[in-house]
């Protein structure tokens, strides 16, 4: 593995897993107690525990302790950079899209009247 990787790369290796991207949809909607992340999801609160170590160091999810109660948040820096990264792609996408649209209509054959 590397020693060191972008934080785009990170961003994207931990949303690859369904259930980080489950926890982080539910921080979308606001704070939450990791007891409260691990109560739909068919897990330890450890194994939780585990995918909000990889969602932290990935720089998506922020997280305080306040006596015994450990809260969550989404950190939006990270995900504005992974939607960036993403736009940037599909508008070049586009443009290619776009271009190649542009050459078919100029070189459509004409079609031939119906007898």
Sequence with gaps: MLQYQEP?????????DPTRR??????????????QLAEP???SVSAVMQHLKIL???????????GRVRTCRVDPRTLSAAERWINDRRRS????????GAFLDETK?????RS
Excluded at 8 to 16: G, H, I, K, R, W
Excluded at 22 to 35: F, H, I, K, Q, W
Excluded at 93 to 99: A, G, I, K, P, Y
């Design 93 to 100: 996408v586009e443009r290619s899209l776009d271009r190649l």
């Design 8 to 16: 785009l790369d990170l961003a994207f290796q931990a949303l690859s």
């Design 22 to 35: 489950r926890m982080v949809e539910r921080l979308s909607a606001g704070p939450a107690t990791v007891s």
């Design 109 to 113: 054959p004409d079609e031939e009247p």
């Design 56 to 66: 932290e160091g990935a720089g998506l999810v922020v997280s305080e302790k306040v």
């Design 41 to 43: 999801l068919p897990m």
